[in-house]
């Protein structure tokens, strides 16, 4: 293979989905599933699991079944793991300074907008 930079010819445009992908996110909608709002869903019931823990706790009786933790890990592996088909993932940049008493900091974009912020750049260094 050569180490030529070609121009992509054909296929997805960056960000486009692919067919699994969107059969997938028909399937959870046609079943009224919301990975994120299950994510949320599994939160607040940890939230309740340990305030209730600490309740019987403080009364001197005995903790909540650690099966009910199990159960909750679980639902929220298997909707996090769906999130990843439905919405993208954030890449973290690396921005540094010239400037040492800035701190150096990270921030998250998606590859669209990193690709559109590179592209305005471009056009403003080509314009100087």
Known sequence: ????????????????????????????????????LELVKVSQECDIRYQEAVAQAEEGGKLVSPGVGFWLELKADV???????LFPKRKAVEIKTEDPSKENFKLSYSPESLAEFKRKRDEQKKGE
């Not at 121009?7 to 994120?36: F, I, S």
């Open 79 to 85: 909707n996090r793991d769906l999130m990843q088909y």
């Open 1 to 36: 293979m050569s180490d030529d930079k070609r121009e992509k010819t054909g296929g997805r445009v960056a960000g486009t989905p692919n067919k699994r992908t969107l059969v997938l996110a028909d399937l959870l909608e046609e079943h009224g599933h919301d990975p994120a």
